[in-house]
């Protein structure tokens, strides 16, 4: 058991750490960030609904850079480790297969979570950003963050720039180290502006508010879940599938999974079928409820990550099966 | 049968055919090898490319399941991980995870041993030394390396257990003379050790330099096996090696020679191999 659980361990970090160092996850996650970052500044005829449309954007971005990472990450981990060679070395040695895909499986989840970390972050930073009311003695009407817009967007650029001095400097992987940076600048930001109210004014430390839309991390929490059946999705393709077919399988899976709300209703017996062997995207996104003021009930997040481990398992169950006998 | 008679791996009637995507036979790779390795032989599985020698050392491993015959690794099904934990494995080809380290790649390939952290660390910067990556190499991605490089962290990954079979596919393919001579090397020491060693390769002089027993496979089947002197030796056939003899002799002795009834004699100077020449010559350069 010790020996399994060692293994275990040791794939999943070396699949982490292959998986944050391949440049098209650091692409990746960077186009995610910024895209966030800047969709408030982009924003046209929002009707008042600037704040509602940077969350549902952020997470649309969310999932869909969430749903790439994953099928990207097991390809590159699974799909080119068996093509290679690589994972024949490791399972000539006392890993069991199973072991093994598990392993590549909860490092691609650490690379996702690392994506939908940063993702959640700059969501929270862009509600934030987005053009608000705001009523002081001085000043009254609507106004944008300036200063938490130029802090979302700067701060990739930061870790962009850090990671390329340790790179220099110290030889450190720039991939890992530019998601060290992002991951630690982000919630350090979002800090800092605390200090500060919308208009860019010092509040002082008693008045320490980062102002942050806290209802929106549920919905990043079932989101993230519904990722780890997409990661498991994803290992379970590339066991005999290349990248680019695992990539449009799980996002055949995923448009599927946006119309099996519907066609359980309007499909009768097949549509029920459908429903059982699809993930229902729509009990996941969740952001219409967090619409004037309302909260994700966190019994409704657990409902959801019940779901999603289900979904996982049985993913994974059909990748083991198609795994068990391949020939390496 | 006790632990020490037990063969390393007994294969019996090994068959491969691999199949199209409609499950319809493409190639037989494999067809009817037998083969098995007493504890401290040292093995060479020998052949032209294609002849099935890579298919042969993944169905002894378990990687490919043979479509007939059976493989016995320690007495073991090879699927079983505790007959593998004894397996040290080079493939054909050095794919390492090209943003690790050598130190993090055998850090990595050790965890799936479950080495005490001790061991671990003991083996993994002997092994470097011994491989000759122990300098800053050992700290930088294998990715930046040569293809010999990459080969020597390959060596170095199938020997962090300290194996008892040894299973070497090409062991010398992008490595400099020198390098090839320290695998040689490395292959002997295991023999002296009691490792058993199969060792796949499909240039001769390599083989005969360090195997005991070799099998020869052409299009999928063992085509001859045994020891290596048995089959090399020309019974009919006697070479004497002389030292300080003048010149002046030969014709003298060839005379004799002829004299007891041989029905031809040749004598010449024997030629060091250029490999010996070529390390003589760079290691001369290097003092």
């Not at chain 2, 052949?47 to 042969?56: E, I, L, R, V, Y």
């Not at chain 2, 080079?90 to 479950?114: I, M, V, W």
């Not at chain 2, 499909?202 to 089947?221: K, M, N, P, Q, Y």
């Not at chain 2, 002829?258 to 003092?287: I, M, N």
Request: hydrophobic content about 50%.
């Amino acid at each position: 058991m010790k020996r399994t659980l060692v293994a275990l361990f040791s794939v999943a970090k070396a699949t982490l750490l292959e998986g944050l160092q391949q440049p098209a996850v650091l692409l990746l996650a960077l186009a995610c960030m910024e895209l966030t970052a800047l969709q408030p500044v982009l924003q046209l005829h929002a009707f008042g609904e600037e704040g509602r449309l940077a969350r549902d954007c952020g997470m649309g971005f969310f999932l869909v850079f969430g749903v790439l990472a994953a099928a990207l990450v097991a390809g590159f981990s699974l799909a080119a480790e068996i093509r290679d060679g690589t994972a024949a070395t490791a399972i000539a040695k006392p890993a069991g297969r199973a072991t093994f895909l598990l392993g590549k499986f909860l490092g691609a989840v650490g690379v996702v979570a690392a994506v939908c970390w940063c993702s959640l972050w700059e969501t929270l930073l862009a509600v934030r950003t987005s053009e608000a009311l705001v009523e002081t003695d001085r000043f009254f009407g609507s106004v944008r963050d300036s200063l938490c817009g130029l802090l979302s967007v700067g701060a990739p650029v930061a870790a962009l720039a850090l990671a390329a001095l340790m790179d220099v400097r110290a030889r450190r992987r720039f991939g890992l180290w530019f998601f060290v940076f992002a991951a630690a600048l982000l919630p350090l930001a979002a800090g800092a502006l605390g200090f500060f109210d919308r208009l860019g004014g010092w509040v002082g430390f008693g008045g320490w508010s980062p102002g942050l839309d806290a209802r929106l991390v549920p919905l990043a929490v079932l989101l993230f879940s519904l990722l780890c059946a997409f990661c498991a999705l994803a290992t379970a393709l590339t066991t005999r599938l290349q990248t680019g077919s695992a990539l449009a399988l799980s996002f055949l899976v995923l448009f599927l999974g946006f119309l099996a709300d519907g066609a359980r209703a309007d499909w009768g017996f097949a549509g029920r079928v459908f429903y059982a062997l699809v993930p229902d995207v729509q009990s996941f996104w969740l952001a219409d409820e967090l619409a004037h003021g309302g909260r994700i009930a966190w019994r409704e997040v657990a409902g959801g990550c019940f779901c999603a481990f289900s979904w996982t398992v049985f993913a994974l169950s059909l990748g083991y099966v198609s795994f068990r006998n391949k020939d390496l | 049968m006790n632990e020490n008679n037990e063969p390393a791996f007994e294969a019996t009637g090994l068959r491969k055919v691999f199949r199209d995507f409609w499950g319809r036979p493409r190639t037989v790779a494999v067809d009817g090898v037998s083969l098995r390795a007493a504890p401290g032989e040292v093995v060479g599985l020998l052949g032209p490319n294609g002849s099935g020698k890579s298919t042969t050392i993944k169905m002894l491993l378990g990687l490919l399941r043979p479509s007939a015959g059976s493989v016995r690794l320690f007495g073991r099904d090879p699927r079983d991980p505790d007959a593998r934990a004894r397996v040290g494995y080079l493939p054909e080809l050095s794919n390492l995870h090209k943003f690790l380290t050598p130190r993090e790649t055998l850090a990595y390939y050790a965890g799936l041993f479950d080495l005490p952290a001790a061991t671990r660390r003991k083996r993994i910067a002997a092994l470097l030394e011994r491989v000759g990556l122990s300098g800053p190499g050992a700290d930088r991605p294998v990715g930046e390396f040569s293809k010999g490089m990459a080969r020597r962290v390959g060596l170095a990954q199938a020997l962090l257990n300290d194996p008892a079979l040894v299973v070497l596919d090409e062991p010398t393919s992008g490595l400099d003379p020198i390098g090839r001579r320290e695998v040689k090397d490395l292959i002997l020491d295991l023999g002296r050790m009691g490792k058993t060693v199969l060792l796949s390769s499909h240039l001769l002089a390599e083989v005969s330099d360090v195997c005991t027993r070799v099998a020869i496979l052409a299009g999928g089947r063992v085509r001859a096996e045994g020891r290596l002197a048995d089959l090399l030796e020309e019974r009919d056939r006697i070479r004497f090696t002389a030292a300080g003899l003048p010149d002046a002799a030969v014709p003298r002795v060839k005379e004799s020679i002829a004299a007891a009834g041989a029905a031809s004699v040749s004598v010449d100077h024997p030629a060091a191999t250029l490999e010996d020449y070529f390390l003589d010559v760079v290691g001369g350069a290097a003092k």
